[in-house]
């Protein structure tokens, strides 16, 4: 498998953008479906495919009332209770093996969420090269000490988490053995709104805890992870789907192929128009200059002759004297007959 370890050297941004398309519980429970957006993911470009490896009772209590019952009618999920939810989103984890072999033979990085202990254990098994803790589990300190420990790189994302909490959590991570860490920059809703995101977190983010950071994002198009490329996110994951016609847990925030590749595109182009810091003309825009306005006799003019407005103007070409010379040079003569078009220089001047 591909090592994964050089998405985690970006602090200097020096490659583009890491893309991770999160297949979460957008298979509808139909290993065909699994395999045929692992394929998708592959024909857009992404660089990983990221799981969720969990279990209902691993998640939640089999309870239907109460803070287990999803009664929010501005929730996607609102009348399933939480059981009943993870129940309909989880990956059966005798797919995992499958759907990785995929991933191997298509050139992608594949790897998971685990949501509990057990879940390390199983994703241990299949020699996962890093792990992703959801914003969710970012207080989970047992959970992040049970990754840390592998030694494998982690991405934590850092929804709702407050400062303190991600002092705590990188903290624990690190005590823990984990060398490799990177933060994602996350709105905990779904679908997130741009004016929600706040992506001016993310240098902040950088540096206060001196790690890679990306954005694991839930707003909808592309036009947000662009701009946080500009910011120094290094990774980026979205939700991914064949179709969001076709519904399923998360369905409504997920993109679709056609928009993956399009973000695949766009966010290599933003980082690739970083560039550095730069004045003057690059080497591309040499050839340019000459279109730069400069100073033209406007007539023939005859040796001996007074400069003035009439007969001088800045115009384009750029291969005359420059246009601050131009109060300068009125009121001089000229020593030579000149025709209209003639770029003015010094040797024409007495």
Same mark, same amino acid.
């Given at each position: 498998?591909?090592?994964?370890?050089?998405?985690?050297?970006?602090?200097?941004?020096?490659?583009?953008?890491?893309?991770?398309?999160?297949?979460?519980?957008?298979?509808?429970?139909?290993?065909?479906?699994?395999?045929?957006?692992?394929?998708?993911?592959?024909?857009?470009?992404?660089?990983?495919? #990221?799981?969720?490896?969990?279990?209902?009772?691993?998640?939640?209590?089999?309870?239907?009332?109460?803070?287990?019952?999803?009664? *929010?009618?501005?929730?996607?999920?609102?009348?399933?209770?939480?059981?009943?939810?993870?129940?309909?989103?989880?990956?059966?984890?005798?797919?995992?093996?499958?759907?990785?072999?995929?991933?191997?033979?298509?050139?992608?990085?594949?790897?998971?969420?685990?949501?509990?202990? $057990?879940?390390?254990?199983?994703?241990?098994?299949?020699?996962?090269?890093?792990? #992703?803790?959801?914003?969710?589990?970012?207080? *989970?300190?047992?959970?992040?000490?049970?990754?840390?420990?592998?030694?494998?790189?982690?991405?934590?994302?850092?929804?709702?988490?407050?400062?303190?909490?991600?002092?705590?959590?990188?903290?624990?991570?690190?005590?823990?053995?984990?060398?490799?860490?990177?933060?994602?920059?996350?709105?905990?809703?779904?679908?997130?709104?741009?004016?929600?995101?706040?992506?001016?977190?993310?240098?902040?983010?950088?540096?206060?805890?001196?790690?890679?950071?990306?954005?694991?994002?839930?707003?909808?198009?592309?036009?947000?992870?662009?701009?946080?490329?500009?910011?120094?996110? $290094?990774?980026?994951?979205?939700?991914? $789907?064949?179709?969001?016609? *076709?519904?399923?847990?998360?369905?409504?925030?997920?993109?679709?192929p056609q928009e993956m590749s399009l973000l695949v595109k766009e966010t290599k182009n933003a980082w690739q128009a970083l560039g550095k810091i730069t004045y003057g003309a690059t080497e591309d825009e040499k050839n340019s200059l000459v279109f730069r306005r400069s100073l033209y006799l406007s007539?023939?003019?005859?040796?001996?002759?007074?400069? $003035?407005? #009439?007969?001088?103007?800045?115009?384009?070409?750029?291969?005359?004297?420059?246009?601050?010379?131009?109060?300068?040079?009125?009121?001089?003569?000229?020593?030579?007959?000149?025709?209209?078009?003639?770029?003015?220089?010094?040797?024409?001047?007495?």
């Amino acid at each position: 498998m591909e090592s994964i370890i050089p998405l985690i050297d970006q602090l200097g941004n020096r490659t583009p953008p890491f893309i991770i398309a999160e297949m979460s519980g957008n298979h509808n429970q139909s290993l065909d479906r699994a395999l045929a957006l692992v394929e998708a993911a592959a024909k857009a470009g992404v660089h990983a495919l #990221k799981l969720q490896t969990y279990r209902a009772e691993t998640m939640t209590l089999d309870v239907e009332k109460g803070e287990f019952y999803i009664n *929010d009618p501005n929730s996607l999920w609102q009348g399933n209770s939480l059981y009943k939810l993870y129940q309909q989103a989880y990956t059966p984890w005798e797919w995992h093996p499958l759907i990785f072999e995929r991933c191997q033979e298509l050139g992608l990085i594949v790897f998971s969420t685990p949501f509990d202990e $057990t879940a390390v254990d199983f994703l241990e098994s299949l020699n996962v090269p890093c792990y #992703k803790i959801a914003s969710f589990e970012n207080t *989970d300190l047992p959970l992040i000490r049970k990754v840390a420990r592998t030694g494998k790189p982690m991405i934590i994302s850092t929804g709702m988490a407050t400062v303190a909490e991600l002092d705590e959590t990188v903290r624990t991570a690190r005590e823990a053995g984990c060398q490799q860490l990177i933060l994602l920059k996350c709105t905990s809703t779904y679908p997130a709104t741009p004016e929600n995101t706040n992506l001016l977190t993310i240098p902040h983010l950088r540096d206060l805890f001196r790690v890679s950071v990306g954005l694991s994002d839930h707003t909808l198009g592309i036009g947000v992870a662009v701009a946080s490329v500009a910011l120094g996110a $290094t990774v980026i994951e979205k939700h991914f $789907t064949l179709s969001r016609a *076709d519904g399923g847990v998360d369905a409504t925030f997920s993109m679709e192929p056609q928009e993956m590749s399009l973000l695949v595109k766009e966010t290599k182009n933003a980082w690739q128009a970083l560039g550095k810091i730069t004045y003057g003309a690059t080497e591309d825009e040499k050839n340019s200059l000459v279109f730069r306005r400069s100073l033209y006799l406007s007539q023939d003019i005859k040796a001996g002759e007074t400069l $003035t407005s #009439k007969n001088v103007r800045i115009v384009r070409p750029g291969l005359g004297l420059l246009p601050k010379y131009y109060d300068i040079i009125l009121g001089t003569k000229i020593n030579q007959n000149a025709k209209k078009g003639t770029p003015l220089t010094w040797k024409l001047i007495k």
